[in-house]
C-alpha cells in the first residue's frame, strides 16, 4: 500500500482520495468520508456502486456513529453481528470506520465497507489511519 499511500500524499483533495482507495484496494467495496457538522455525521464524498441512503447519521448511531464519539477506529468483522449497524448495501460483510482528527477533534471520518467477511486488518488500520492524518486539513471546517 506504499505506492498507493504516495498517490494520496500528491492528491489534491478529498474525492480524488476517495477515488483512489476505491479503485486501489480490491476489497474496498465502498468507500465514503463522512464529516462532523454539530451531532451529525454528513455524507461528503464517496465512490462506490450504489449511492446510500445514510446520508447523515447521529453522532452515537451506528458503527460510523460510534467511531465519532469515541475517536478510535472500529473495525467490524461481521456487519450482521452488530447490532450497532445501520444496514447500507445487501453486499456488506465488514467495515472499517477511521476517525479524522484535527487539533485534538474529530472532525470527519473514513468509512469502508468490503463485500468480503473480516477484509480489514492491521496494515489497513495503520494505512487508513495515516490517510486520515492527511485528509484532515482537507476536512476541518
Ligand atoms: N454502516 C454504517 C453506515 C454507513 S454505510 O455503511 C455507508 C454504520 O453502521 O454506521
Redesign the pocket.
Known sequence: MNALLQEVERASGAQEVVDLLHDGVEHYS?V?I?LVEGDELV?GP?KGPQA?E?VR?PVG??????AAASGETEIVDD?NA?P??????PS?RS?I?VPIAHKGRVVGEI?I?SDRPAAFGPDDRAFLERVAELLAPHCAA
Open positions: 465502498w465514503g463522512y455524507l464517496w446510500t445514510h447519521i448511531q451506528g458503527v460510523c456513529g460510534a456487519v452488530d450497532r449497524y445501520l444496514a447500507c448495501f456488506t467495515e470506520v468509512d465497507d
